[in-house]
């Protein structure tokens, strides 16, 4: 978690960060950090995380929402700034890296309008709408006003799995941050494709 705050603190276009985690005894360890860390924190829901992922943003009265999973430690920076730069300048409803996969897994980035989601969320009706949070936006289509962002300077990385779910990810990632400089403020996609490169 404190790796993936300093890397979104690398930029001037997110004016707030939130942790959203539930209110789960089990995720007391995470708001006991955050508050010894004078990170914003929101706590909600276990299993409806849409609900939780909404009412963060109403609470920090957020005009868009940036999603960046927990398990997510390889946020690419500057790939983030486009992606704000087009949800913002444009006014678009939802802007996403993730269908068509062209990133690796763990480089996952959606950006929402809040008033949007705050609509389609009452459309929701079914379990896994309210787990996955952008799972109806995926399932109805493409809305009009978003855009789907592409990894084409790299596309040999859009299999690779950077998330760190399991022990075998984990001992990955270490392999991957004793190779880049700076960890975790700076790094490029062109320094984790040359990482990799080195480890494979």
Known sequence: MENIIKRLEQTSQINTIVVATSEEK?????????????????????????????ECASVYNLDYALRVNGDNVFIDIDTMNKMIEIAVGQKL??????????????????????????????????EGHYEHVTKYIYDIGKPDSSYYHKNIDYPELKSMQLAIDTSEDYERAKLIVKQLPYFPETYSMYDINKAINNII
């Open 26 to 54: 089990t995720d007391d360890i995470i708001a006991d950090y955050c508050n010894d860390n004078k990170i914003n924190l929101h706590r909600g829901s276990l299993n409806n995380v849409a609900l939780r992922f909404k």
């Open 93 to 126: 409803d939802f802007v996403s890296n993730v269908p068509g996969r062209s990133f690796p897994y763990g480089m996952s980035i959606e950006i929402v309008k809040t008033s949007y989601y705050n609509e389609v969320y009452d459309c929701f009706d079914e």
